[in-house]
Each structure stands twice: as structure tokens, then as C-alpha cells.
């Protein structure tokens, strides 16, 4: 059993974490009560203080010695992590190593990001007063992460509300909590002060979080979103999600189609499928239609999947759970049955939890594999006339939070891009905007409110704005428009006002100004 940073009743029920592509159990962690969320989230008000005085030097030097610890500790938390994924060694590296980059990034920006501003006054008439914007963290920010990238999605979420300085308390996913536990070991490990917490648990931990910080960052399903968007109404609490994801791409004929092949199925298989980014619709120009389903098919057939260990023998590994190998086998069955065609893969491979690379053709919008997030190594591929087609087709869907585009035009391929409905759009790449954290990572429509990052947004977020106003001169002992109320005075503020704001004869009418007094 993993070792813990809280103690847990000697009767507490467990959660037991299993390796999907054996079955294996590789863990287990205790589900932490509603009550003792509460109390943690308690405690970390006692804290949160003194980590926001420190300043942002002052956490950084902590948030560094955490950055060190992960890339001295990057094989053991690949080990851990492909213990409750099986995921490639590749794949599991690549969660602390994007840990690593985004941690640094904001590390060393979140002076810059959270210094006062000082807006310039709108009008000559506000220069008598100094203008300050303050940036004040929430106290407790609470983060609920899923399974799918089980160190990473902890870590984009949790150092940066940390180097805002707030306290985070953080609820990962049952179903690979493992990760985020060696996380919070972590940053035991080097001393830091005690403002961030694990809790371990289903469903009721993690309405417990919602229901005690004040400040909620998750990432999951449209469904869950809903509702924790509207307990959060409830409680008057700010919220960012990161929901569903349908995401497509669009090849067009003068694209450099061994690149859009090799591409798209990189943007479709990454981690099997089971990215919020993936790609998961294709539409073709007729043109270059069969050449690109042919390279398309052969690069996905080539794909080697299975369990690796340390060493790096395979691109795929398996599918989370059996919930999702239904979902992924529904969405083929169905297809198929309506039409459709796998020109490669299509069914499970009989180990675990492993589900074939799959390509399909002949598909439409009425199937669920193209209606509906497979969150799955699928890939339906569709013909289509021209551009136009391509772009109203691409924005026929409910989610909206990223697309690619494939042509030999990077001017053709921005002004596509601008017509998509998507929080982001790459051209002749997929998911480079997911390594560039200056730029905002949100979706469209069902697939999220607000953005996880996006340079200084990404630490303001979880801050709430401060505005203050000082005196540039010698105060008077009463304002002029303060009580008793006077005609003259109002005329001549507002005979001020409009000089120095509006337009035309408006700035000098002063009769207009002088009727407000009753008319004469």
C-alpha cells in the first residue's frame, strides 16, 4: 500500500488501484470522509497567510526545490504511473516532464505576472487620483483531476494556484490516484510549508472539496461539470472546467498528406485515445481522399502496442478501465453496423484492457463515433466536397475545445482556423498549443468555462482583483459632490465630465448642462 500524507482510521474503507492491462493491484488509498475534507481545507487556512506574505520570490525558491525533486525523481514516478495506467514508458515520462516545464514557467513568472498594475486614468478629471490593481489569491483552491495523465493534470493545475499564493487542496481520480499521492510526498519531501493537501476518495471526497474551497479547478466529463458548476453557484464560488472534447481536423487537398497521416495519428492514438485534445473526427478533401485513408491506415496498423516496463517497446498501451473499452467497442459496433468500415483495428485484443487501433470510413454525424466523445484510439475518417463542407462539418458538434487544419497554405490554414469553433486551432500540428503555457488552454461551448493557463491568466485566475484609489493632492475637508446635494455643483461637474469625455457640440452645450437644473 502507498504511504500517505494523512492518517487514515484503521477501518476506513479503501480504494484499490489495479493495473488495467493486467488486472493486477498495484495500490490502494483511503476514501477520505466529507468531514475530514472539511477539516483539511480548515487547516489550510491556517497556512495560506504566511504563503502569500512570503511573496512570489519567497514561493519560488519552494516551488524550484519541487521542480528538482521531479526531475530527480522522474524514473520512480514513470514507474508509479504506468503501475495504475499501463501506459508506453514514453507516455509516462512525458507526465513529468511537462510537470517540470510548466512548473519552471510559472516559478520564474510570477512576479512579473503578479505585480500591481497601475491603469492610467480614463479622463483628465481621474488624474487626481492614483490608480492601483492588487492581485490577492484565493485562500483554498480546490482541484479535481481525472485519470488520464495522472501526475500531469495535478501538476498544470496545482503550481500554478500555488505560485499565485493560495493553498490547494487536491481531489485526483479513483481510478489513478497513485501519482498525485507521490506528488504530495514530494512536496513533503523538501520541506515545504504544509499548503498543499491529497484527499483520496470517489464521488462524496469530491463534492466535499467543492463544497469547502473557494476556488474550483476540474477537468472531466460535460456531465460532472454541470454539476459542480452549479454547486458552485450555489456557494457563490468562483469555477474554471475543462470538459468533453470532439476535436477535428481538417485535411485539405494541398496539404503535405504524409505529414497530415503521420499527424493525425499521433493527435488520434496518443495515451490510446484517451486525451481531451485528441483527435477524434477527420474530413478530407475528395481530391486527396484515398491517398490519405491509405497512409493513414498504414501508419495506424503500424502502431506496437502493449504493456511496457522500463525499457520502450510499444506507442499504445490500454484503456483505462472497462467502462471505457464499452464505450470504444460501442461506438465501432455501432458504426459498423450502419455503414461503416475499420480499415484497421476495430475490436479488443483479447489482453486487458487493450483496445486495436482502429480507422473507420464510410462514417457520418448520425453515428456516435462522430456525434459523441469515444475519449478511445478511433478514428473516423469522412470525404468532403471542399473547404466550405470541411469547416460547417467541423463546427456540427457540441464540444468545441480544439482543431487542426492541413494545408500547404499556412495564410489558407489561419483564415480556416478563425472560422472553426474551437478554444484552440493548430495548423499542420496537433497539440502544440498544450505545450506552449503563455497561450490559454479552454473549450468552446460543452467543452468548458474559462482556461486551464495562458500566461499571467493562468496565475490570476486564481486570484481575485483588487482595486485601490489614493489621493495625488491635497484632500478638501468635503468633496464636491458629496452631501447636502447642490444644483451648481452637479452643472459643474457634469458640464466637466462632458468636456472631457464627450464629443462634438455635446462637450460645450452648455445650456443642455444648465436645463438639468429644472429647465430654465
Known amino acids: 500500500m502507498t504511504e500517505l500524507d494523512q492518517t487514515a482510521a484503521a477501518d476506513a474503507q479503501v480504494i484499490a488501484v489495479h493495473n488495467p492491462a493486467t488486472g493486477e493491484q498495484t495500490g490502494s488509498v483511503p476514501i477520505v470522509a466529507p468531514d475530514d475534507v472539511a477539516a483539511a481545507v480548515r487547516e489550510l487556512r491556517l497556512y495560506q497567510p504566511e504563503w502569500e506574505a512570503i511573496g512570489p520570490e519567497g514561493r519560488k525558491k519552494w516551488l524550484l526545490k519541487m521542480q528538482d525533486w ?55 478629471l481621474a488624474r487626481v487620483k492614483s490608480l492601483t490593481v492588487a492581485y490577492r489569491p484565493y485562500p483554498v483552491v480546490g482541484v479535481i483531476t481525472p485519470w488520464n495523465f495522472p501526475l500531469a493534470m495535478p501538476a498544470i493545475d496545482v503550481f500554478p494556484a500555488l505560485a ?16 498525485a499521492v507521490e506528488l504530495a510526498r514530494g512536496w513533503a519531501e523538501i520541506g515545504a510549508p504544509p499548503v498543499f493537501k491529497v484527499v483520496t476518495g470517489a464521488g462524496a471526497t469530491g463534492a466535499a472539496v467543492v ?81 490519405f485513408v491509405t497512409k493513414l491506415t498504414a501508419a495506424v496498423a503500424a502502431l506496437r502496442q502493449g504493456e511496457d516496463g522500463r525499457e520502450s517497446k510499444n506507442d499504445v498501451g490500454a484503456l483505462a478501465n472497462e467502462n471505457q473499452v464499452r464505450i470504444v467497442q460501442r461506438h465501432v459496433d455501432e458504426a459498423i453496423a450502419a455503414g461503416a468500415r475499420a480499415t484497421t483495428g476495430g475490436k479488443r485484443t483479447g489482453v486487458g484492457t487493450f483496445f486495436e487501433p482502429t480507422v ?6 448520425s453515428m456516435s463515433c462522430v456525434a ?3 475519449f478511445g484510439p478511433t478514428l473516423p475518417v469522412m470525404k468532403v466536397a471542399d473547404e466550405a463542407e470541411a469547416i460547417r462539418l467541423a463546427n456540427d458538434s457540441i464540444y468545441g475545445l480544439s482543431a487542426s487544419v492541413w494545408t500547404g497554405d499556412k495564410s489558407r490554414g489561419e483564415r ?29 461551448g460543452l467543452s468548458g468555462v474559462g482556461a486551464r493557463w495562458g500566461g499571467a491568466s493562468g496565475l490570476r485566475k486564481y486570484c481575485r482583483a483588487q482595486a485601490m484609489t489614493k489621493p495625488k493632492i491635497p484632500t478638501m475637508s468635503k468633496e464636491l459632490f458629496w452631501y447636502p446635494y447642490d444644483m451648481n455643483k452637479l452643472v459643474v461637474m457634469v458640464s466637466a465630465m462632458r468636456v472631457a469625455g464627450a464629443r462634438g457640440i455635446r462637450r460645450i452645450d452648455l445650456p443642455a448642462v444648465w436645463r438639468l437644473k429644472g429647465g430654465k
Open 416 to 444: 480556416v482556423a478563425r472560422q472553426l469553433n474551437a478554444g484552440a486551432v493548430n495548423i499542420n500540428d496537433v497539440f502544440s498549443n498544450l505545450f506552449n503555457p503563455a497561450m490559454p488552454m479552454g473549450g468552446w
Open 211 to 291: 463544497e469547502n474551497a473557494d476556488y474550483i479547478q476540474f477537468t472531466g466529463s460535460t456531465a460532472t461539470g454541470r454539476k459542480i458548476a452549479a454547486a458552485c453557484a450555489e456557494r457563490m464560488v468562483p469555477y474554471s472546467l475543462e470538459l468533453g472534447g470532439k476535436d477535428p481536423a481538417i485535411v485539405l487537398a494541398d496539404a503535405d498528406i504524409d505529414r497530415a497521416a503521420h499527424g493525425i495519428a499521433f493527435g488520434g492514438m496518443f495515451n490510446a485515445g484517451q486525451v481531451c485534445i485528441s483527435v477524434e473526427r477527420v474530413y478530407v478533401e475528395a481530391p486527396v481522399y484515398d491517398e
Open 372 to 374: 459523441e466523445e469515444t
Open 164 to 179: 499565485a499564493g493560495a493553498a490547494v487542496i487536491l481531489k485526483p481520480s479513483e481510478v489513478t490516484p497513485l501519482s
Open 360 to 365: 473507420l470510413v464510410d462514417v457520418d454525424h
Open 70 to 124: 521531479l526531475i530527480d525523481n522522474t524514473e520512480h514516478l514513470a514507474a508509479v504511473l504506468q503501475s495504475e495506467t499501463a501506459k508506453p514508458r514514453v507516455d509516462a515520462l512525458i507526465d513529468p516532464a511537462f510537470a517540470v516545464d510548466l512548473l519552471g514557467y510559472y516559478a520564474r513568472r510570477a512576479g512579473k505576472f503578479l505585480a500591481d498594475e497601475h491603469p492610467s486614468p480614463h479622463s483628465p
